[in-house]
């Protein structure tokens, strides 16, 4: 089969998103899922990926987070993938716009290797945000690299045709971003006027996790792709999602 060589532009509407994550905006990783990682039996059919992601936390104030991407699959097996992301802002929604804080900006690298495939049936092992963050933040000056959230996995998929519908789905298990929070910020009446927070400690301090997703392809707007209905669990909540095609040209 011969690689068509063109750019690719991933366009998609959220529908809801229930899960938290300091730097994984929805889509901006590798892979055709909204946080986690995918695997698939056949090259990619595109050169490069690349595009932008946004995810809207709070209206009232409003409060959100942003980022852009870019992806290509190197040699037969092996994808590298690259994300610009600022954060959202962690303040305290009672705080939120008075504190002067500004969310910080982070650089990430993604790395992802598909080792066996079988049929319909792919593994692949990767790193995911290797994330280097703005040190000015913190007081420090130029890049430093966040060692808390690198995210090790392994992903499984498996692919099938449903009569016009195509189905893949995506099991896995890995660290760092795809472990369940165990920590809250809880902030009382008192705290709130001396801007203090209080963590409270609601597990043993989990660093692993397992992640599942859907992703099925239907026949509407066939000509230019057709429209994707995703649903996944990320380690720490769930994504129900559209991907609407714009055009047959990307």
């Known amino acids: 089969m011969k690689r068509r ?29 909204m946080k986690i990682p995918t695997s698939s039996t056949t090259q990619a059919p595109y050169l ?66 598909r080792v066996y495939t079988y049929n319909n049936v792919s593994l692949s092992l990767g790193l995911q945000d290797i994330v280097f963050q703005n040190a000015e933040t913190s007081g420090g000056s130029g890049l430093s690299l966040d060692p808390e959230q690198l995210s090790f996995f392994v992903v499984v998929s498996s692919e099938k045709d449903l009569g016009k519908y195509h189905l893949s789905t995506f099991m896995g298990f890995g660290s760092g971003g795809f472990a369940p929070a165990d920590t809250i910020k809880a902030l009382s009446a008192s705290e709130e006027t001396s801007s203090s927070t209080t963590e409270v400690t609601t597990s043993g301090g989990t660093k692993s996790g397992v992640f599942m997703g859907v992703i099925m392809n239907t026949p509407y707007l066939k000509k230019w792709g057709g429209i994707d209905i995703v649903g996944e669990f990320d380690g720490t909540g769930i994504n129900v999602g559209l991907r609407i095609p714009l055009s047959s040209d990307y």
Do not use: C, W
């Open 5 to 33: 060589s063109y750019v690719y532009l991933l366009p998609f509407l959220v529908l809801m998103s229930v899960s938290s994550g300091a730097s994984r905006v929805a889509y901006t990783r590798p892979g055709f899922m």
């Open 48 to 113: 490069f990926r690349t595009g932008f992601g946004i995810e809207l936390h709070r209206f009232d104030p409003f409060n959100s987070a942003k980022g852009i991407y870019f992806d290509m699959e190197l040699g037969k097996n092996f994808t590298l993938g690259f994300s610009s992301v600022q954060t959202a802002d962690s303040t305290a929604p009672a705080l939120l716009g008075k504190t002067g804080y500004t969310p910080p900006v982070e650089f990430g690298f993604h790395l992802q290797q």
